[in-house]
């Protein structure tokens, strides 16, 4: 069975420090894999996406993630972060031939002045 | 363009009644999906409907029902609430495997408090 673990339940930060989101993958087959981001009392919003190609994937507000199939990883990057960037992270995988996804526990990121 | 909106944005129910959470999206997506949110459990998926007429399970569909009525809505329906069912729930819609795997579109929630 697909299971996606997020390897940080919470990743406190200072404004304008680097940061990076964990997320490890299960599948061997095919894979697509995703970064939702959940702002508070929002519903859920996509960031970025693989589905094949290049394996650095840019998306909005500045956030990147690197495809690694041999380590089964696709952690979330962002070189610097704002204040606004304060939300939940959603790891999701997958798999071709079917649209739905599974989706890891979650990582609060906490961005502090 | 609304997108997907969900009623109500919250509901207080008592052990044992039951009620339907409705869910419209307005993109002319196929697929519309039922997901749950507990603290620290992620994001698991109820029940699925990949068009008009056709539902699927989830990951956790015991207790409750869904319906497909059109292709722009999809209610989900507890008919005995449980305190388990106390939880935030997310309706989701997306354009359908031909278009743009995985890339799904959430509404607002609904938090319902089962006491």
């Known amino acids: 069975a697909q299971s996606v673990t997020q390897l940080d339940s919470q990743v406190p930060v200072f404004e304008e420090a680097p940061v990076e989101l964990r997320c490890n993958y299960s599948s061997s087959v095919s894979v697509y894999l995703f970064w939702y981001v959940q702002y508070p009392n929002q519903g859920l919003q996509l960031l970025l996406k693989?589905?094949?190609?290049?394996?650095l994937v840019k998306g909005i507000n500045g956030f990147e993630a690197e495809f690694n199939k041999s380590q089964t990883s696709f952690h979330l990057r962002k070189p610097s972060v704002h204040i606004s960037d304060t939300a939940e992270y959603f790891c999701a995988e997958g798999q071709g031939g079917s649209e739905k996804l599974v989706f890891g526990k979650g990582t609060k990121l906490t961005v502090n002045p | 363009n609304a997108g997907v909106t969900q009623t109500p944005k919250f509901q207080v129910l008592k052990t044992g009644q039951s009620m339907t959470l409705q869910c419209a999206q307005d993109?002319?997506?196929?697929?519309m999906y039922w997901y749950r949110q507990d603290p620290g459990m992620g994001l698991r998926l109820i029940y699925y409907s990949a068009s008009e007429g056709t539902t699927d399970k989830g990951e956790v569909p015991n207790g409750y029902n869904v319906s497909r009525l059109n292709k722009r809505e999809f209610s989900l329906r507890l008919e005995s609430a449980a305190p388990s069912q106390t939880s935030v729930y997310f309706c989701?819609?997306?354009?359908?495997?031909?278009?743009?795997?995985?890339?799904?579109?959430f509404g607002p929630g609904t938090r319902l408090l089962v006491l």
């Open positions: 993109m002319n997506h196929n697929s």
């Open positions: 693989y589905l094949s190609g290049s394996t």
């Open positions: 989701a819609s997306s354009i359908g495997l031909a278009g743009d795997p995985g890339t799904q579109y």
